[in-house]
T-cell receptor, first 112, second 115 residues
Framework: GESVGLHLPTLSVQEGDNSIINCAYS??????FIWYKQESGKGPQFIID?????DKRQGQRVTVLLNKTVKHLSLQIAATQPGDSAVYFC???????????FGAGTRLTVKP | NAGVMQNPRHLVRRRGQEARLRCSPM?????VYWYRQLPEEGLKFMVY????????ESGMPKERFSAEFPKEGPSILRIQQVVRGDSAAYFC?????????????FGEGSWLTVV
């Protein structure tokens, strides 16, 4: 079936390094994508989104890249900080669906 | 501007009891979504509601689960005769208009433990 998945379930980086979290999706009709950050015991927090008519979008310290050809999404975090430690989810939506579909998540651990 | 408010944050129920989870959307948001999250897993869509209407309940279990979003007051997710497998975090989200191409914002969740 169609799904949103992640290449790496865990990622450990040194403080100050850049992090890249990857996400693969299988629904070629998906046209809107969001990255969420979820800290332990809390709800998902919006980080950045991108629509299918774009291939790159930048925020504060974060960049999302979308490759529709291979149905791949990535989140880049510059100068990773301890506060970035969390589980990161990608989510996708198709225009005629009423829900966001979430992947299983990648746990990012930042080592001081 | 308050975010999405959920209560209770933690709820313990014995098998066979009922659980009621409440969600007040962000101010100005008329679309509510409920998701369930098992430990170490992603969020699974359950139901999408607008005021007084269930728009999409394709993710809701066929039995024991129901949801409402009345004209006045919060949205309620109700689980009757709870079983241990219902233990999970239940997240509510809201948006000003439909999720199609628009961001939804999540509450802090309600953690249900069935003993």
């Amino acid at each position: 079936g169609e799904s949103v998945g992640l290449h790496l379930p865990t990622l450990s980086v040194q403080e100050g390094d850049n992090s890249i979290i990857n996400c693969a999706y299988s629904n070629s009709a998906s046209d809107y994508f969001i990255w969420y950050k979820q800290e332990s015991g809390k709800g998902p927090q919006f980080i950045i989104d991108i629509r299918s008519n774009m291939d790159k979008r930048q925020g504060q310290r974060v960049t999302v890249l979308l490759n529709k050809t291979v149905k791949h999404l990535s989140l880049q975090i510059a100068a990773t900080q301890p506060g970035d430690s969390a589980v990161y989810f990608c989510a996708e939506n198709e225009d005629n669906n009423n829900d966001m579909r979430f992947g299983a998540g990648t746990r990012l651990t930042v080592k001081p | 501007n308050a975010g999405v408010m959920q209560n209770p944050r933690h709820l313990v129920r014995r098998r066979g009891q009922e659980a009621r989870l409440r969600c007040s959307p962000m101010k100005g948001h008329s679309h509510v979504y409920w998701y369930r999250q098992l430990p170490e897993e992603g969020l699974k869509f359950m139901v999408y509601l607008q005021k007084e209407n269930i728009i999409d309940e394709s993710g809701m279990p066929k039995e024991r689960f129901s949801a409402e979003f009345p004209k006045e007051g919060p949205s309620i997710l109700r689980i009757q005769q709870v079983v241990r497998g219902d233990s999970a975090a239940y997240f509510c989200a809201s948006s000003p208009i439909t999720v199609n191409g628009n961001t939804i914002y999540f509450g802090e969740g309600s953690w249900l433990t069935v003993v």
